[in-house]
């Protein structure tokens, strides 16, 4: 069966610090993957998707970015961390004809 | 553009009465559909979906959904909650390019009195 697991489950950084927030999936081979954010009680906004190795998709302009080095593995960086960044950062998975998005664990992102 | 809309930012409803959760949808054709809910600091479980055929949907923990075209509704409906049914339910439309990205609404959170 597949899963997909988030790491780390919890991160607190300082404003202006890097980021690196990593995803994988098991099970499954040439999933699309999706990076969502989800801010304290609001909906999910979708940051970034991919459909293969090296084929990004930025859905908003921020200071965020992604990059799928592996099949399964998705990775969400950035540089220089701000206010804003924090939230709740969901990765999720798809395979096959339709849309069903099977998601993780989440991320929790506390910027001081 | 495609887009959800969920009209109740906040249900509470009383252990063992029914539940119907709002979703609308906006879509130039026939749409794929999802429930997702979520509880506290958790990811998503994918509650049902809606692809094609019949129109009332049935998914886990007993819940369903019925698509109304003519409505562009497709509400989350359950006859009798539970306290374990509180958390934040999300309606999602599916896009249907390359992209297979999903549009959610700002969702619902249900609070369950005993």
């Known amino acids: 069966s597949q899963t997909i697991h988030q790491w780390p489950a919890t991160l607190v950084q300082p404003v202006g610090s890097p980021l690196s927030l990593e995803c994988t999936v098991e099970g499954t081979s040439n999933p699309n993957l999706y990076w969502y954010r989800q801010a304290a009680g609001r909906g999910l906004q979708l940051l970034f998707y991919s459909v293969g190795i090296g084929q990004i998709s930025s859905e908003v302009p921020q200071n965020l970015s992604a990059s799928r080095p592996q099949d399964r593995q998705f990775i969400l960086s950035s540089k220089k961390l701000l206010l804003s960044d924090s939230g709740f950062y969901l990765c999720?998975?798809?395979?096959?004809?339709?849309?069903?998005?099977?998601f993780g664990p989440g991320t929790r992102l506390t910027v001081l | 553009a495609q887009s959800v809309t969920q009209p109740d930012i906040h249900i509470t409803v009383s252990e063992g009465a029914s539940l119907e959760l709002r979703c609308n949808y906006s879509?130039?054709?026939?749409?794929?559909l999802f429930w997702y809910v979520q509880s506290p600091g958790q990811g998503l479980q994918l509650l049902l979906k809606?692809?094609?055929?019949?129109?009332l949907v049935q998914g886990i923990k007993g819940f369903e959904a019925e698509f109304k075209r003519s409505q562009s509704s497709f509400n989350l409906r359950k006859p009798s909650v539970h306290w374990s049914d509180a958390a934040e339910y999300f309606c999602a439309v599916g896009a249907r390019d390359s992209s297979y990205k999903l549009i959610f609404g700002s969702g619902t959170r249900l609070l369950v009195r005993p």
């Open positions: 999720a998975w798809k395979q096959g004809a339709y849309n069903e998005q099977f």
């Open positions: 879509y130039g054709a026939t749409p794929y």
């Open positions: 809606y692809f094609s055929g019949d129109t």
